[in-house]
């Protein structure tokens, strides 16, 4: 697999970051995400179905102040 494709991969969700940093010899998230803008790839998205409370319940610890009040 080139760098192309493991960037790719990673890009489609089909990758981890642990392992595509692996692949690229140890390279930083920083570098991952310089890579991706290179190639024009987008971050992977991660499907929300069926994690939709999961997902409210985090944003609203991360981000108190925009929690909706009782």
Excluded: C, N
């Amino acid at each position: 697999m080139t760098q192309k494709e493991a960037l790719e991969a990673f890009s489609r969700g089909e990758m981890t970051a642990l392992d595509l940093r692996r692949r690229l010899g140890g390279a930083t998230y920083g570098e991952i995400l310089q890579q991706l803008s290179k190639e024009h790839l987008p971050l992977p998205r991660v499907p929300t179905t069926g994690r939709e409370e999961q997902i409210s319940r985090a944003r609203d610890w991360m981000f108190p102040k925009h929690a909706p009040q009782p």
